[in-house]
């Protein structure tokens, strides 16, 4: 396992935008397939994006697909979740997890690491 460090969460009004890092320890990122999920209270949790290692292919949730993209920063050793347009039921602790050598991820693609999430509050 690699430790993952997400940041970026916050408080954002209804039509907002975050952008949420991941990054890991000692590790090259883009060796890995990183995923991105959320929980939301009272909810299980749900995978909302992934990026393959070596294709960079990626996969969207069909609920966040027009407004979260997700993308690699090499030179910062960096996974980010772009998330615009933002609802009140995006609310929940977002979580990234890596997985090595994986060019293919999906979203029920299983992961090694989980980093501690970072918490994600849309609300005017």
């Known amino acids: 396992q690699v430790q993952l460090v997400e940041s970026g969460g916050g408080l954002v009004q209804p039509g907002g935008s975050l952008r949420l890092s991941c990054t890991g320890s000692e590790i090259i990122m883009g060796n890995y397939a990183v995923g991105w999920f959320r929980q939301a209270p009272g909810k299980e949790r749900e995978a909302v994006a992934c990026?393959?290692?070596?294709?960079?292919?990626?996969e969207i949730a069909d609920s966040v697909k027009v407004r979260f993209t997700i993308f690699r920063d090499n030179d910062k050793n960096t996974v980010h979740l772009q998330m615009r347009n933002l609802k009140p039921e995006d609310t929940g602790v977002y979580y990234c997890?890596?997985?090595?050598?994986?060019?293919?991820?999906?979203?029920?693609?299983?992961?090694?690491?989980w980093g501690q999430g970072t918490q994600v509050t849309v609300s005017s």
């Open positions: 990026i393959s290692s070596s294709s960079g292919r990626d």
């Open positions: 997890a890596a997985t090595p050598w994986n060019s293919w991820c999906t979203l029920e693609t299983r992961y090694d690491s």
